[in-house]
């Protein structure tokens, strides 16, 4: 099922050609931001594609390719938007030494598994714990346990089921995206950055 915009609530919360871009995307930086296992594919190349379908070439909307995030604009035509570098998400034709947009944070949780993306300008844009993402600063319980807990389920905005991004739990939400990999276990950095994609934060358009 595919969503329109009026469908998809969001609480706060791409073959190319490429065009010129100042921004450094050396497979050196790509690997320094996906923490975690390198060789894991979704922390990888990876397209990003409408709906469910991972095949239909005009439904691609992203294409992250190395370090940087492209946008396609017109069928086969992608343009470069973002750019990631360690821990941080630049915008693309910005030099490296700018000030980020986006920064990832491992936050103080007992768990040492809650992430906040930070924006330079509107602070925590949302909050990763796992396989869910919540909107903003988000407190959790020291033992979250989504699947059990309806209020905490209720507060999802997006969560990750293989390949896919699902609005709210994936057992209760639609598919927005599905990726040419699986996801569900990629780098927290990297899921923050689909996350960000999605919710149209970070330089991001977000699904069309």
Not at 120 to 140: E, I, K, P
Request: net charge negative; hydrophobic share 40%; glycine share 8%.
């Amino acid at each position: 099922m595919r969503m329109t915009k009026n469908q998809i609530i969001i609480a706060a919360l791409l073959v190319p050609t490429l065009p010129a871009c100042t921004a450094s995307s050396s497979p050196e930086d790509a690997f320094e931001f996906r923490s975690g296992s390198l060789d894991y594919a979704g922390n990888g190349d990876i397209e990003i594609h409408e709906g469910t379908d991972d095949e239909i070439p005009d439904e691609i909307i992203w294409d992250v390719l190395g370090g940087t995030v492209l946008r396609q604009v017109e069928l086969g035509v992608f343009q470069a938007r973002i750019n990631v570098v360690g821990e941080t998400i630049l915008e693309a034709n910005e030099p490296l030494w700018t000030a980020p947009v986006c920064v990832v944070e491992q936050t103080d949780h007992p768990s040492g598994e809650v992430f906040e993306l930070v924006s330079s300008t509107d602070g925590v844009l949302l909050t990763l714990w796992g396989r869910f993402v919540f909107a903003g600063q988000h407190a959790l319980p020291n033992a979250p346990n989504v699947e059990e807990d309806p209020t905490l389920a209720a507060q999802v905005g997006f969560s990750f089921e293989g390949s896919r991004i699902h609005s709210g739990p994936w057992w209760d939400g639609v598919v927005l995206t599905t990726a040419t990999e699986e996801i569900q276990d990629a780098s927290p950095e990297r899921r923050l950055l689909l996350a960000a994609l999605v919710a149209g934060e970070c330089g991001s358009s977000s699904i069309p």
